[in-house]
């Protein structure tokens, strides 16, 4: 019996020296390739021209893209809650990529052969959003995962959020949830 373990150890120490020499590898291919996660520091969203009258309303908006940015403390904790609840719940958690989401979406499509779960986390959405196409595919996959990595090493979680929260699109031409609050409630 102790043979068997002591077998089973050795594979097991062999396998998973194996998958960190492939994805120090595949790191080392790609790196050069991906772009610089420092720009988000100094990122400027796309904002629409907005007339205001000489007291101070506004007349008209010219521009394909709604967005009124907002800062994390001027977004209200409730609806970072519910951003939180609904896309990324381990956020606050997580280094940038949610193993247990990743694992659940690749069981998923081992089960169905289908991609039906996404294991995205808000960095990595950020990271695609930001930077990646949205094709799905796995070098795709990939280099959202190396880019969110290096994201939370660079902006704090509350940044990160921000940008999220700035840039998602949330229908009738708004993006980010200024323009959003604007265009539903007034």
């Known amino acids: 019996m102790s043979r068997l373990v002591s077998r089973l150890f050795k594979w ?3 396998f998973f020296i194996a998958g960190l020499l492939f994805i120090a590898v595949v790191y080392l291919f790609l790196s050069p390739k991906l772009p610089n996660a420092e720009s988000l520091r100094t990122v400027q969203l796309q904002i629409p021209l907005r007339i205001f ?34 896309e990324d719940d381990r956020f606050f958690q997580h280094p940038g990529v949610d193993y247990q989401g990743l694992l659940r979406a690749a069981y998923s499509l081992a089960l169905t052969g289908e991609k039906a779960q ?57 993006y980010g949830v200024g323009a959003a609050a604007e265009v539903y409630y007034g």
């Open 12 to 14: 097991g120490f062999t």
């Open 53 to 86: 009258s000489e007291e101070g309303l506004l007349m008209a908006e010219f521009g394909e893209k709604r967005r009124i940015p907002v800062t994390y403390e001027n977004i209200p904790p409730k609806l970072i809650e519910a951003f939180l609840a609904a």
């Open 118 to 174: 996404g294991g995205s986390t808000i960095t990595m959405q950020v990271a695609r959003n930001f930077f990646l196409s949205n094709e799905k595919t796995y070098l795709r996959k990939i280099n959202e995962i190396f880019l969110s990595l290096e994201i939370e090493n660079i902006l704090s979680k509350e940044e990160i959020l921000a940008l999220y929260l700035n840039k998602i699109f949330l229908g009738h031409r708004s």
